[in-house]
C-alpha cells in the first residue's frame, strides 16, 4: 500500500504560478499527476520515474515542471503561466507494484 498526501493547490489569476507537493509513505517507481475538469475526464498531467524520466501532456509543456525528491518520496508540480482551462482538481498518483494509488485532489482554479 502506498498513501499519498497532497498539499498546495488554490485560486490564482491567470498568468499567475501554484506549486503542489504530493508525499508518499514508500518510493514508488513512477509518480505524477493527473487533473479532471467539471465534466471532464481524468487526465494526465506530468508523470516522473524514481529513474527521473519525465512526460507531460502536451497542454502543459513548456508551463509546468514536475520534479521529485527520492529521499523526501515527494513529488512536485511547478505550475507557471496558469490558464483558466488548467482549473480541475489535481490527484497525485503513483504505480508500485502494477499497482496505481491516488491522492485525495486539490483544487486549482485560475480565473481569467
Known amino acids: 500500500q502506498v498513501q499519498l498526501v497532497e498539499s498546495g493547490g488554490g485560486f490564482v489569476q491567470a498568468g499567475g504560478s501554484l506549486r503542489l507537493s504530493c508525499t508518499a509513505s514508500r518510493t514508488p517507481f513512477t509518480m505524477g499527476w493527473h487533473r479532471q475538469a467539471p465534466g471532464k475526464q481524468r487526465e494526465l498531467v506530468a508523470i516522473i520515474t524514481s529513474g527521473k524520466s519525465i512526460d507531460y501532456a502536451n497542454s502543459v509543456k513548456g508551463r509546468f515542471t514536475v520534479s521529485r525528491d527520492n529521499a523526501k518520496n515527494t513529488v512536485y508540480l511547478q505550475m507557471n503561466s496558469l490558464k483558466p482551462e488548467d482549473t480541475a482538481v489535481y490527484y497525485c498518483?503513483?504505480?508500485?507494484?502494477?499497482?496505481?494509488?491516488w491522492g485525495q485532489g486539490t483544487q486549482v482554479t485560475v480565473s481569467s
Open positions: 498518483y503513483a504505480v508500485e507494484s502494477g499497482r496505481n494509488y
